[in-house]
T-cell receptor, first 115, second 114 residues
Framework: AQKVTQAQTEISVVEKEDVTLDCVYE???????LFWYKQPPSGELVFLIR??????QNEISGRYSWNFQKSTSSFNFTITASQVVDSAVYFC????????????FGGGTRLMVKP | ETGVTQSPTHLIKTRGQQVTLRCSSQ?????VSWYQQALGQGPQFIFQ???????GRGNFPPRFSGLQFPNYSSELNVNALELDDSALYLC?????????????FGPGTRLTVT
């Protein structure tokens, strides 16, 4: 069985602060894929990143960066210099090798960035 | 822009009724997945259709059923609605079921069962 845990249900920061969203996963698959999605109030899930289990390189995209550590089964997401527009619910998700692209989502972290 | 659309946006139904939700996938995408997202929770996989056949199913009872059509549209049908069926229903499309590429999600249909 696959499981994704986002222990932080809600985080509140002041604009320009850095913030890290934690994600811990469980899977028995040797090949798997990890994702982060953003869900603004409109409800649509916006894809942010996909990472496969063989690629542990950290990735940076503008103010966003991701830290994948297989040894601790974690795939954390950091927003640098947060902005009000970053306010949303963020979901970490996992897709196993034999699951097609069925996604197992974590419970989400609500990020509130105050001006 | 993802190109995935869903209708209706909001829907209110009474317990015991039946409901049909619709999704139009991005052009060229022959795989569609449906997810249920209860308030304050992450989406849960309902089922997936590939080339008009069910290609995988999550832990949902048979009263949740689907259809996929050749024109990239699909439906989610729920019979004998229960109060716990109140949720945001999301559809997502992508090219091939075996490829775990990013799925493109629609804006969702919010279903309220009273």
């Amino acid at each position: 069985a696959q499981k994704v845990t986002q222990a932080q249900t809600e985080i509140s920061v002041v604009e320009k602060e850095d913030v890290t969203l934690d994600c811990v996963y469980e899977t028995r698959d040797t090949t798997y894929y990890l994702f982060w999605y953003k869900q603004p109030p409109s409800g649509e899930l916006v894809f942010l990143i996909r990472r496969n289990s063989f690629d542990e390189q950290n990735e940076i995209s503008g103010r966003y960066s991701w830290n994948f550590q297989k040894s601790t089964s974690s795939f954390n997401f950091t927003i640098t210099a947060s902005q009000v527009v970053d306010s949303a619910v963020y979901f970490c998700a996992l897709s196993g090798n034999n699951a097609g692209n069925m996604l197992t989502f974590g419970g989400g972290t609500r990020l509130m960035v105050k001006p | 822009e993802t190109g995935v659309t869903q209708s209706p946006t909001h829907l209110i139904k009474t317990r015991g009724q039946q409901v049909t939700l619709r999704c139009s996938s991005q052009s060229g995408h022959n795989t569609v997945s449906w997810y249920q997202q209860a308030l304050g929770q992450g989406p849960q996989f309902i089922f997936q259709y590939y080339r008009e056949e069910e290609n995988g199913r999550g832990n949902f009872p048979p009263r949740f059923s689907g259809l996929q059509f050749p024109n990239y549209s699909s439906e989610l049908n729920v019979n004998a609605l229960e109060l716990d069926d109140s949720a945001l229903y999301l559809c997502a499309s992508n090219d091939e079921p075996g490829q775990p590429y990013e799925q493109y999600f629609g804006p969702g249909t919010r279903l309220t069962v009273t």
